[in-house]
């Protein structure tokens, strides 16, 4: 299972960023609404250098993830980006959008389960349906409410894994969110 890490949106925090680094994630999204594009550099290259080993993506910025040879997270409304340039992570939140999405090399469905602000949540049957019928492709990582206590519901053949904010960065031993989160996906 690839769990990523979404941060926050409230700033760098290095002790709090290499807690969620050494945790066991296979990637990290910097989703830093609030940094600019220089603190936000300085940021990747950071994690680069702390975690090489981590998968890395930023939010909206095709200029830094240029710049720090990471992805580029296009949320809705993100123009369209040429194939080949960098990996594109897209967010899924209807069935309808997967045809437009196919070639990206990742999908956050979301919410999978309810999020305070995030609309209705799809539910496992529904994430199930949809999963049965999507082909070889992307990468599919469900996003919203998922706990080491849902996971297991979410349990699929084409899904890839999961991505989280609240429930890594608000865990108090995200060492241990993340074993508790693999050890259910595995039951």
């Known amino acids: 299972m690839f769990i990523l890490a979404v941060t926050p949106g409230t700033g760098f925090d290095a002790a709090r960023w290499q807690a ?15 940094m600019e594009a220089k603190a936000l ?34 949320p809705e409304g993100y123009p369209e980006i040429p194939g080949g340039l960098l990996p594109v ?4 939140h209807a069935e309808a959008q997967l045809p437009a999405r196919q070639g990206c090399h990742q999908l956050l469905v979301s919410p999978v389960f309810e999020t305070p602000g995030k609309g209705p949540a799809w539910g ?15 990468r599919i990582l469900a996003l919203g409410g998922v706990t080491a206590d849902n996971a297991a519901a979410l349990r699929h ?4 894994g999961v991505a989280l904010i609240r429930g890594l960065w608000d865990a108090a031993l995200t060492a241990v969110a993340v074993a508790a989160l693999r050890e259910s996906a595995s039951r």
């Open 41 to 74: 550099l300085a940021a990747a290259r950071w994690c680069r250098a702390a975690a090489p080993q981590v998968e890395l993506w930023v939010r909206e910025r095709l200029d830094v993830a240029l710049a720090a040879g990471c992805g580029v997270h296009a």
């Open 20 to 34: 969620v680094l050494e945790s066991g994630v296979d990637g990290l999204l910097i989703r830093e609404p609030g």
């Open 124 to 138: 496992a049957p529904r994430l199930h349906r949809f999963l049965d019928t999507v082909p070889p492709g992307p």
């Open 89 to 92: 992570s897209r967010p899924l």
């Open 157 to 160: 053949p084409r899904l890839d």
